[in-house]
Structure formats: C-alpha cells, structure tokens
C-alpha cells in the first residue's frame, strides 16, 4: 500500500461546501470528501466530484471524525463486534467502536454510490468537529477509524496540523495501521512533530477559496 501521488504534483480537495461550484480547473489529483462536514453525514454531490476529478490517480476520499456520546446509537454491529478484542475500559472499546462505525458508514456510502477506484482514504482530524474532553476517548475514536479503513486494504492517512492533533489527542504517537500524513498548512521539508516518523505525503494551503495540495 503505498504512496499513490507522484512527488511535486499539484491537485485539490473539495466537498460539500463546493456543491454547485464549477469544478477546479488546475490539478492533477484529487481529494473528495465523502460527509456533509460531520461524521455519518453523506457529501451529496459527492459522485459528481468524484467522477470529474482529474486522473493521474484515482481520486482519493476523506472522512470527517469526531467524538460525541450520541454516536453510541449509531455504531455498526460489525463494528461493536470488533470492539469486543480491544483492549481497554467499556467506554473507550466504546469510543473504538464509534471510530469503526463513523468510517464503516462512510465506506458504504462511497462504494453504494459508486465510487469503486480510490487512492487511499483520509480522516479529517480537526478541532472545528466535536471531541470530548477525555483525550483518551478521541485516540480510541481515531483508532477504530483506520483500523476500519484499513480493512479495505487502501493506504490510510490522517489531515491534521501539529497544533490540532496535539489538542484532540494530547499525545505524540499516531494510530497503529496509518501511512501517512496530510499535513494542513505544513511545507514537505518539515516533519509533521520530532517523535512521529509516518512520512507526509500531501501539504495543504488555502488560497483563492480553494484547497490546494502538493505531493512530497
């Protein structure tokens, strides 16, 4: 599973807030978000981005995470199967559990639309989504999601900055099963933090009302 992108290109990411904008003309790749800004929500103009992404690869997909108790009711039975091996509290096999789901719900919503060639999936790991104030719950949470996603044997990264990731997860290490980083507002020459070692393979900046992406 590696890096799908060819280094120094140059793509975008979109998804629900560009529904009914013209698609972006410069870019060779592209990321598609697959929610409506938060998780087990559905992008709805997400196949029409998708199949009018440029191809140099297929498109890759993106993920918004959060943690909130209310999503207990939303957990997959897959899922919360999955759960039962994982080590830790009620509350944080829980969380885990929650993680699994917000990516097994989204996986099925891509591939039910159609979206049947994929790069590799992203999570979008920001502080604007909810999170509890029990950091531990969020690593639990942002576990269960690439151990899921990475059950479809694509590559699995996370979007996040330094500053983001340290609030949400208080910690330096990364989930286990993870390829890479999309680093927001970062540069390919800097590490993402001294301690984590899992390369960058996209930076992100924002300008022109657009998301723009290079390949490292």
Request: include cysteine; proline fraction near 7%.
């Amino acid at each position: 599973m590696g890096d799908p992108y060819t280094p120094g290109e140059k793509g975008y990411d979109i998804s629900w807030p560009q529904c009914g904008s013209p698609m972006p003309s410069a870019g060779s790749f592209a990321v598609i978000g697959v929610n409506g800004g938060a998780p087990f929500s559905g992008n709805l103009c997400m196949m029409d981005q998708y199949a009018n992404a440029p191809r140099s690869a297929p498109p890759s997909l993106y993920l918004n995470t959060g943690y909130l108790p209310q999503y207990r009711y939303l957990i997959t039975s897959g899922c919360r199967h999955q759960a039962h091996s994982i080590t830790g509290m009620d509350i944080e096999r829980e969380a885990w559990a929650i993680g699994c789901s917000e990516a097994e719900t989204s996986i099925r919503y891509a591939y039910a639309l159609g979206a049947s060639s994929i790069s590799m999936w992203w999570l979008d790991v920001e502080i604007l989504n909810k999170w509890s104030q029990q950091l531990n719950l969020n690593r639990f949470t942002l576990q269960g999601a690439v151990t899921r996603l990475s059950q479809t044997d694509l590559p699995v990264g996370i979007y996040s900055s330094p500053a983001m990731w340290l609030m949400i997860t208080g910690v330096l290490a990364m989930p286990g099963y993870l390829s890479a980083i999309w680093f927001a507002g970062g540069s390919c020459s800097r590490s993402f933090l001294p301690e984590v070692t899992v390369p960058v393979w996209l930076v992100q900046h924002t300008f022109n009302h657009l998301d723009h992406d290079w390949a490292c």
